[in-house]
């Protein structure tokens, strides 16, 4: 009881600090007040009742505040009240969260009743030391086998899925966040169209993979606030379940779009746009949420983003910076799409960073062998396929027709297969055993 009423008195904001609109320009709200911090959450009250929208203040210019709303602006005036709650966004953490849907505020949308919590985590986090992240030693099993052979990960790494659209991404979030040896998974869905979120939950993710899982969702057509949080909010809550000693997973669908939200406020506050249209704040945010998962004393977070890629160029701004921050990057390719093999996944222009760290030697020598049959058949693909190379001229060409298809064959997974790591990579060297 004690502990309650000094939580109570901690939140409890002795001074109230107000202002009033004095105009809105697109979604920016500017207010004669309050004079407090930039990140602090404020209520906007409504003109005719005593309800209230939240909106955060991202900003100052001249005499005034800038604000940013979480909700749309509906019953907003000039004049309207800006109170400040002394706070920033905090959003509720604890085990109740498992197998729930719920917004950025972590507020449940999957009906099932309220979801009672004690603690409450900030959503913008704090850096840890570099210095105290031990290094990634120890694998963590996709369960997918394309990515266990040629692409180990450890618990801990950052691994970013790049694809454009109608690829197989979705589907194989739902495959990793159903095999995955991880005792929490947290997923964010940014932006993501109304339509598909039910889908994502009941086609790809299914019941299975829900009972471990907390599913954070801002659809498309909420703010630019809201999509932002989102993703603060589900690395808070990984961060909350990491305390606890756990490994979490935490998957992001899509930094793309997390990144188009941040332009959004940024050149609504005023930022100069600099690649097609990006804000400089962009390139200082990515880090800060990125660096956020990691290897930690107690408890793990292994981060998968996923990164829509504009025209399928794997050279797009936010590709280009998102690539040089994270672990290595699965990209999943039409051309292989269309070949009808999935996951779709272009095992050549795919890397793990950390793989020669966290496998023995023997993997990493039959991985390599692989690639190196992949690469040249692929890199002769136009002569085979018109019929213009002639077996016996090149011995590792021959071998590598004579094996592309068991190759291929290995790399294919349906969508509810899984195997275990060892199953994996007795498979993967049993393709070389006849190897002369």
């Known amino acids: ?12 904001e002795p001074v109230i600090t107000k202002g009033k609109i004095d105009k809105i320009v697109g979604m920016v709200i500017e207010s004669t ?17 005593n309800a209230y929208i939240q909106a955060e203040i991202v900003g100052f210019k001249e005499n005034h505040v800038l604000l940013m709303p979480y909700d749309e602006l509906i019953g907003v005036v000039k004049g309207s009240i800006v109170e400040s709650t002394g706070d920033v966004l905090k959003v509720p953490v604890g085990d109740e969260l498992i197998g729930r849907v719920i917004n950025g505020f972590g507020k449940p949308i999957d009906g099932k009743g309220e979801i009672q919590t004690i603690k409450a985590y900030p959503v913008q986090g704090n850096p840890s030391n570099p210095f105290l992240r031990p290094q990634i030693n120890e694998t963590i099993t ?4 394309a990515i266990d052979s040629l692409l180990t990960c450890g618990k801990g790494q950052r691994m970013g899925i790049f694809s454009g659209s109608g690829v197989g991404k979705s589907t194989l979030m739902g495959m990793i966040s159903r095999n995955i040896e991880a005792d929490v998974n947290v ?9 598909e979120v039910r889908g994502f939950i009941e086609k790809d993710l299914k019941e299975a993979g829900l009972k471990k899982t907390v599913v954070v969702v801002a659809t498309s057509d909420q703010p630019a606030m809201m999509r932002l949080k989102c993703a603060l909010t589900a690395t808070a809550i990984a961060e909350y379940f990491k305390d606890q000693g756990k490994d979490v997973l935490l998957m992001m669908d899509s930094l793309t779009r997390f990144a188009m939200a941040q332009r959004e406020i940024g050149l609504a506050v005023g930022e100069p746009p600099v690649a097609r249209g990006y804000t400089p ?10 660096e956020r ?16 890629v504009e025209g399928d160029d794997v050279n797009e701004p936010i590709s280009d910076t998102v690539r040089g921050i994270i672990d290595g990057h ?24 950390i793989m020669n760290e966290i496998v023995t030697p023997e993997h990493m020598k039959a991985a390599s062998e692989i690639r190196a049959i992949l690469s040249t058949y692929y890199e002769n693909f136009d002569l085979i396929s018109i019929g213009a190379y002639k077996n016996g001229i090149n011995p590792k060409l ?30 993967m060297n049993s393709l070389l055993i006849n190897k002369q």
């Open 33 to 49: 007040g309050p004079s407090v911090d930039i990140g602090t959450v404020c209520r906007i009250y409504n003109s005719k009742n």
């Open 187 to 195: 997923i964010a869905l940014v932006g993501e169209r109304g339509r």
């Open 293 to 308: 998962t990691g290897n930690f004393e107690n408890g793990s977070i292994t981060g998968i983003y996923t990164v829509l």
């Open 1 to 12: 009881m004690f502990d309650n009423i000094c939580q109570i008195i901690d939140k409890t």
């Open 281 to 290: 704040s962009l390139y200082a945010t990515l880090p800060k949420l990125l």
């Open 398 to 427: 021959d071998y590598a027709i004579k094996n592309i298809d068991k190759i291929n064959e290995f790399l294919k997974q349906s969508i509810d297969e899984r195997f275990s790591f060892n199953e994996t990579i007795k498979m």
């Open 142 to 145: 996709m369960g997918i086998k």
């Open 330 to 353: 699965i990209v999943l390719s039409r051309v292989v799409a269309m070949r009808n093999h999935y996951p779709a996944i272009d095992v050549l222009a795919s890397i793990s960073r």
